[in-house]
């Protein structure tokens, strides 16, 4: 006969081996490789092994324990608490102890039967068969052994003026691909630059070069490992006039393999509902810093006021430096001079820079402010720092300078008003 003091005695031992369970692969694991991981860990993706099944997992185990402990997978930057983005694919404690946890309990397998149904395979288009594709002029031989970044000049031959609802960018070679940006050359100056080497496109480490991306409305976004394609939400577009061209601007990694190419390829999709705004992407930045060799805390700020009757919302934000920065911070300061985190990156790695699109848009008063910190490390004990010997570093373009740079990507209120954004240099 159980008592009832033996019976609430069962109860807490069956909750202390609730606790102590044993996660499963099947049940537990795998679903969150598929939340987290899958996005780059599979077949023909960037990283170099896929985690989709039980036998690679238990082939990776103490890799993936070392790296999941460690933090560098999976490689999600903005800091939690500041705000919060769509298909964010970082960990969070208790998953990263559930996978920590099952590595050591000697993996077990569960029950396949509890396996989730595997992510469907959307093709190379994720959004549906695109309106237009165009892409890269030739198949580029990616350089071997040192990163390189080029810019690709593709015309767009428009008969008309085209609103695009989305764009997704395809890349040819996800082994090298680190990321794009693209921009609407809409002036044509890039020819200045394309193919003065003797190869189509030409050298481009921080922009597009001078001239060639103007104003507010001449980013397209872009692709980073782990990025999906989405829809801009209703009535929102991105513009690419008549005659205009579209820049890539492609980072390749080096991965030390001979034989490498790539020509990626972008899908464009038309606004199929009629267009009131236009995605604008305000760079918030400062380009007259000097970083001194050896500083290793430098902070750098800029500040930009939303001007009056231009209120906006934002949708999405892309902080970028270079090599010598270690953290950035976006916040809006309200009229009231309330802070609103937009994003916060404590630990700047050039290699993942992505395009952060917000959970939930944030509004923009006119006349709220925009402010980013940047802080560089400029000494010697910063391993990226690409110059030996030190030197003072500014604002440029060239692996060698620096940039402190928030892109916002917002949409105003009121449009037909010109909202260019100046760029000072
Ligand atoms: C955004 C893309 C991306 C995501 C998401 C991602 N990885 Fe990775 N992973 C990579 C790339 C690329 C490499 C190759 C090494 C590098 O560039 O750091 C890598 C390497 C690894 C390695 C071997 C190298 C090391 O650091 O030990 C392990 C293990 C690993 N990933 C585990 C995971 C796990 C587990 C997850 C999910 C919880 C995950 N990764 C999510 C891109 C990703």
């Not at 202390?16 to 969150?32: C, E, F, L, P, T």
């Not at 991105?238 to 080096?254: D, E, R, T």
Request: charged fraction near 20%; proline fraction near 8%.
């Amino acid at each position: 006969m159980f008592t009832r003091h033996t019976l609430a005695l069962f109860g807490l031992l069956a909750f202390a081996s609730s606790v102590h369970a044993q996660y499963n692969y099947s049940k537990d694991i795998s679903r969150i490789f598929q939340a987290k991981c899958q996005q780059c860990h599979r077949e023909g993706d960037v990283a170099p092994f896929a985690l989709d099944s039980y036998a690679t997992a238990v082939a990776w185990s103490e890799d993936i324990k070392n790296a999941v402990s460690q933090k560098r997978m999976p490689p999600w930057k903005p800091v939690d608490g500041y705000n919060s983005f769509r298909d964010a694919w970082g960990l969070n404690d208790e998953e990263r102890s559930m996978v920590v946890n099952w590595v050591d309990a000697g993996m077990p397998e569960g029950d396949p039967a509890d396996l989730p149904e595997p992510l469907p395979n959307t093709g190379e288009w994720a959004l549906g068969d695109p309106d237009m594709i165009v892409k890269m002029p030739i198949e580029f031989a990616v350089p071997a052994r040192k990163d390189t970044y080029r810019c690709f000049v593709i015309p767009t031959s428009l008969a008309a003026d085209q609103f695009l609802s989305a764009i997704q960018y395809l890349p040819g070679n996800r082994q090298v691909v680190h990321h794009v940006i693209a921009y609407v050359d809409k002036t044509g100056a890039s020819a200045k630059y394309d193919g003065k080497d003797g190869s189509p496109g030409y050298d481009c480490f921080g922009g597009p070069g001078d001239g060639v991306a103007e104003d507010a409305t001449s980013m397209l976004g872009g692709w980073a490992p782990g990025v999906r394609a989405r829809f801009l939400p209703d009535g929102i577009a991105m513009k690419l006039p008549k005659g205009s061209k579209i820049v890539l601007q492609v980072h390749y990694f080096a991965n030390g393999k001979k034989d490498q190419t790539d020509q990626t390829k972008v899908g464009l999709y038309y606004s199929k509902n009629s267009v009131n705004k236009l995605l604008a992407f305000l760079p918030i930045l400062n380009t007259g810093f000097k970083l001194k060799p050896g500083e290793e805390n430098a902070e750098v700020t800029a500040q930009f006021a939303i001007p009056p009757f231009y209120d906006a919302t934002v949708i999405l934000v892309a902080p970028h430096m270079h090599l010598l920065g270690k953290q950035i911070k976006l916040e809006k300061i309200g009229i009231d001079k309330k802070v609103d985190p937009l994003i916060y990156i404590n630990d700047w790695n050039f290699s993942w820079q992505g395009f952060y699109t917000l959970e939930t848009p944030m509004p923009l008063p006119a006349l709220s402010q925009l402010k980013v910190t940047c802080n560089f490390d400029n000494s010697d004990k910063n391993p990226k720092n690409p110059n030996n010997p030190l030197k003072t570093v500014g604002w440029g373009e060239g692996t060698e300078d620096e940039m402190c740079v928030g892109f916002v990507g917002v949409v105003f209120d009121r449009q037909g008003l010109p909202f260019v954004s100046k760029r000072t240099r």
